[in-house]
T-cell receptor
């Protein structure tokens, strides 16, 4: 399996521009998570989906952030308009479920998308 | 405040020595703990997990110890190798919360010196 695939790996944009990050979870995984990582705050959960349905978006910092999962193999995280403080590495992760039965708590992370907003 | 934290942000050990990375947690309701390893430029990778009904679990060259009395978690890496250089995160969660209930610490940077 190719693992969780994210694109782009790097993005540099100017303040005010729209940013769209993409994720393809591992086939067969029914839970998908978006995390943001910064030196100051570490790994923060932004939102997660179960069976393509958003379950908890309380980590989404502002209305400028939105996420969608139109099907089981694709998700997007959009920032509009972007601001310099959004600069971070954004990770997508998937897992087999949201219960702790067996190894369901294991998250498989993508390589991340490094966003720089100037 | 942060519910999961690390005692040492950076740990430097000699190649071949054993290393111990510590983690404190504050949520008494947490009953599931995971260690992740993150190499430079990559996403976190699962190492080992432990449930609260255990106090020790061993993997290949790694051992996780859980002390619920003092809410302390540690990761021991035996005979460290250059490839062990990475940032290590502990994460806590609760049964029924699944992966969505995981809270990550800020990480410890392990440096392996030749």
């Amino acid at each position: 399996d190719a693992g969780v695939i994210q694109s782009p790996r790097h993005e540099v944009t100017e303040m005010g521009q729209e940013v769209t990050l993409r994720c393809k979870p591992i086939s067969g995984h029914n839970s998908l998570f978006w995390y943001r990582q910064t030196m100051m705050r570490g790994l923060e959960l932004l939102i997660y989906f179960n069976n393509n349905v958003p379950i908890d978006d309380s980590g989404m910092p502002e209305d400028r952030f939105s996420a969608k999962m139109p099907n089981a193999s694709f998700s997007t995280l959009k920032i509009q308009p972007s601001e310099p403080r959004d600069s971070a590495v954004y990770f997508c992760a998937s897992s087999t479920g949201t219960t702790l039965a067996g190894g369901a708590g294991e998250l498989f992370f993508g390589e991340g998308s490094r966003l720089t907003v100037l | 405040g942060e519910s999961v934290g690390l005692h040492l942000p950076t740990l430097s050990v000699q190649e071949g020595d054993n290393s111990i990375i510590n983690c404190a947690y504050s949520n008494s309701a947490s009953d599931y703990f995971i260690w992740y390893k993150q190499e430079s430029g990559k996403g976190p990778q699962f190492i080992i997990d432990i449930r609260s009904n255990m106090d020790k679990r061993q993997g290949q060259r790694v051992t996780v110890l859980l002390n619920k009395t003092v809410k302390h978690l540690s990761l021991q890496i035996a005979a460290t190798q250059p490839g062990d250089s990475a940032v290590y995160f502990c994460a806590e969660g609760r049964s029924g919360g699944g992966a969505d209930g995981l809270t990550f610490g800020k990480g410890t940077h392990l440096i392996i010196q030749p």
